[in-house]
């Protein structure tokens, strides 16, 4: 297997998704947090980023789903969903958060409608490449198998 | 600090990713990790006899907010060095001051800023 081939092409996944603005610096951050100690800490956090928001969607859905909306509510869920993206670095669901948020305040129903909307889309794709970034890491393996000479 | 040699630490945070975070960010110390995910569990935490040397206290949580639990801890004379962390900006950080806390760190947190501060309580060799 080209090892070579797939480190690069991971590196060309994970740096579409700084230049398309999905990820920003705390994304660093992250992974200067993984070590020996914690070799897949990014993966677990990602993982469990993407597990914790789509219970925080299903809640908005929910409460978006009500007859009568209860904007506080709406706005304590986009908080928590907001803080999440803020600290994996996914900036353009935390813009989209803030937009949420500002409707919220407005009591703007139909614009909290369509930033959820954009948020929905926003989380399958950033989820989609990410797994996508995170199999090539374990295709291609630690850094060594790279280096392993043809045998 | 408390009676162990290990710095104790509370991390208070409704997120979870966060606390996993924070987690990881402590544990390369070596210090011993609790977690709540409120203001009022961060505040029972004491009332059933734990002890800890640091408090990380988020502000925005349902029920108790950081503030209130800051306050409330101090009533209670709980003397651990807590650092505020808000996504919020002067109005939150002087409420957090003048609440009790001891230190203020805006959102999302940095790895070395946080070292600094820990060095600065002396929690760091």
Redesign the interface.
Known sequence: MDYVHLRRQAASLRKGLFDQGYLDEQFYQLEDLQDDASPNFVEEVVTLFFRDSARLMANIDQALDKCVKDFNKLDVYMQQLKGSCTSIGASRMKTDCSAFRECCRDENIEGCMRSFQKIKREHSVLRQKLESYFQLLRQAGPVECATRPNK | MASSQVVKVLIV??????R??YR??L??FGFEITEAGDGKSAVNQFLTGNEYDLILM?N?M?GMNGVEATRTLRGMGILAKIIAIT?DDANSRGAFLDAGADEFLL??V??TMLTVILKAFNFLN
Do not use: E, H, S, W
């Open positions: 945070d409704d997120d979870v990713v966060t996993r975070i990881t960010m544990l390369r988020d925005d349902p996504a959102k999302p940095n790895f």
